[in-house]
């Protein structure tokens, strides 16, 4: 089995493509960094992200993110293993948003 890849994007190219219909922005930082600083969507740590998959199902493109990357890269080589995310587009916020707090 062939696993889709995701693509990298910059922030500039997040903040055009999260305007698309069904699309989401998935925040995979913990509830506390969400809440001390977000750029908006869904938050689901990434420890939780499997439990709660089915909360991304009705989307069609998946915009992950975290502080610097790491987490929102490793959810999103994770959501391209799940079967159900195969005709879904994944997108990674590469640096993360740590240069949007500035």
């Not at 696993?3 to 925040?27: C, F, G, K």
């Not at 975290?66 to 879904?88: H, I, M, W, Y």
Request: with cysteine; aromatic share 6%; proline share 7%.
């Amino acid at each position: 089995m062939t696993m889709q890849p995701y693509t990298d994007i910059s922030l500039p190219e997040l903040d055009t493509l999260r305007r698309q219909p069904n699309t989401a922005v998935v925040d995979v930082r913990d509830e506390w960094e969400f809440d001390e600083f977000n750029i908006g969507g869904l938050n689901i740590p990434l420890p939780d992200i499997r439990a709660r998959k089915a909360e991304l199902l009705p989307y069609d493109t998946l915009i992950v993110i975290c502080t610097n990357g790491v987490r929102s890269r490793v959810a999103a080589k994770d959501l391209l293993r799940q079967p159900e995310f195969q005709s879904t587009s994944i997108y990674h916020l590469h640096g993360g948003i740590i240069e949007a707090e500035d």
